[in-house]
């Protein structure tokens, strides 16, 4: 094998399987490293463990073909510091080194048989499939994952749950205490419905690799207990969490006593402040006191004193005193979008919270109960 690649799309090409190349340990393993593939005029680089298998195209000129498997920690730090902006690959069919020269700079490294190596297979057919952009699955995923749960003891909610049905695309997560649900629109309805949960870390290195700056079509398709998803270059295969995800629309409250009206940035300010004092504390719990049109919010730590705060409101309904936990609130307030945003709650019940304008997003926080 002999290739001729320019640095920046070596560089890209490694990034797209690194983080599952090196998921294992750094022991050598066929579920651990990456494949080079150079075969009828096209150089694929994949990466496979038993999670997630991933290859993309990357651009550049085959002198000879061949294939080379690796697992080397350092290969793309090496690369990315190359002093010269045309690369070669080179190795032959017999020799277990590859040989990567970039400058004044030559990289042997050992290779492993390519045929120990589980290629990721290109399904184009499944029981669903459904096409939308990379900046409406970024939105969903970003919007969502980050309430997912890490304890194992539950694995049904350490992933997202993917609905789909007609035209609608809804993904939603949930750790029990909080619930993050984003809806979009899909230009053409599915056939069939899909529902799947789909791991969270494994959502975010889709994310991670979805282009926002021109939006690209993104095709999925569900295959058995895996999802399929091709956009550009890029091919990922990613298990799913067997197990059946609750119904999420039951957990959404709809019946609600105070309806409040507030600016995102001077709310996140104070809980900001707030959290302080209460990150140290057992639960960070933080009081909220909703009345006469102003929020108060109030934490306290036994060792180290208590905070107040105030902020101006809109406030419909019965005055409400309510403790949630500061760190939910604000990771709910990042994922909002508009100037204002709108709480939804009664006495020991969740609090719903959503943009004033742009309802698509819908969180969901359950209070604390305090003595």
Same mark, same amino acid.
């Given at each position: 094998?002999? %290739?001729?690649? #320019?640095?920046?799309?070596?560089?890209?090409?490694? $990034? *797209?399987?690194?983080?599952?190349?090196?998921? !294992?340990?750094?022991?050598?393993?066929?579920?651990?490293? %990456?494949?080079? #593939?150079?075969?009828?005029?096209?150089?694929?680089? $994949? *990466?496979?463990?038993?999670?997630?298998?991933? !290859?993309?195209?990357?651009?550049?000129?085959?002198?000879?073909?061949?294939?080379?498997?690796?697992?080397?920690?350092?290969?793309?730090?090496?690369?990315?510091?190359?002093?010269?902006?045309?690369?070669?690959?080179?190795?032959?069919?017999?020799?277990?080194?590859?040989?990567?020269?970039?400058?004044?700079?030559?990289?042997?490294?050992?290779?492993?048989?390519?045929d120990d190596f589980n290629e990721v297979e290109i399904v184009e057919n499944g029981y669903s499939h459904f096409t939308t952009t990379s900046v409406i699955m970024k939105d969903l995923i970003d919007n969502t994952s980050y309430a997912c749960a890490t304890d194992v003891a539950r694995p049904i909610f350490m992933g997202t749950y993917l609905d789909v049905q007609g035209n609608q695309i809804s993904m939603v997560a949930t750790d029990t205490h909080r619930l993050a649900l984003k809806t979009a629109t899909l230009e053409e309805s599915t056939e069939n419905p899909l529902q799947a949960v789909i791991p969270s870390r494994l959502l975010a290195e889709i994310s991670r690799q979805l282009p926002t700056d021109i939006p690209e079509p993104v095709e999925i398709t569900a295959v058995r207990n895996y999802l399929a998803v091709k956009f550009g270059n890029v091919y990922v295969r990613t298990r799913l969490i067997e197990g059946e995800f609750p119904n999420y629309r039951r957990v959404i409250p709809t019946d609600f006593k105070c309806l409040v009206t507030i600016n995102r940035a001077e709310f996140t300010g104070a809980v900001e402040r707030a959290s302080i004092v209460a990150k140290d504390a057992q639960y960070n719990v933080i009081n909220f006191t909703i009345a006469d049109n102003q929020i108060k919010l109030m934490s306290q730590h036994p060792d180290y004193g208590t905070i107040e705060d105030y902020v101006s409101c809109q406030i419909e309904g019965t005055p409400l005193e309510i403790s949630f936990n500061g760190k939910f609130i604000l990771d709910i307030l990042k994922h909002c979008h508009d100037d204002e945003v709108i709480l939804k709650s009664r006495e020991n019940s969740p609090m719903l919270v959503q943009d004033k304008e742009d309802l698509s997003c819908t969180f969901v926080v359950t209070p604390m109960r305090t003595k």
């Open positions: 094998m002999r %290739l001729k690649l #320019k640095k920046e799309d070596l560089n890209k090409g490694l $990034q *797209a399987v690194q983080k599952v190349a090196q998921n !294992k340990s750094n022991n050598i393993s066929s579920e651990n490293g %990456l494949l080079i #593939k150079a075969l009828n005029n096209i150089i694929e680089f $994949q *990466a496979n463990d038993y999670d997630m298998g991933i !290859k993309t195209i990357v651009p550049g000129i085959i002198q000879e073909s061949g294939e080379a498997f690796i697992s080397n920690p350092y290969l793309m730090e090496l690369t990315r510091r190359l002093p010269s902006d045309e690369i070669e690959i080179i190795k032959g069919d017999a020799d277990t080194q590859l040989i990567i020269k970039g400058g004044s700079l030559k990289f042997e490294c050992l290779t492993m048989n390519p």
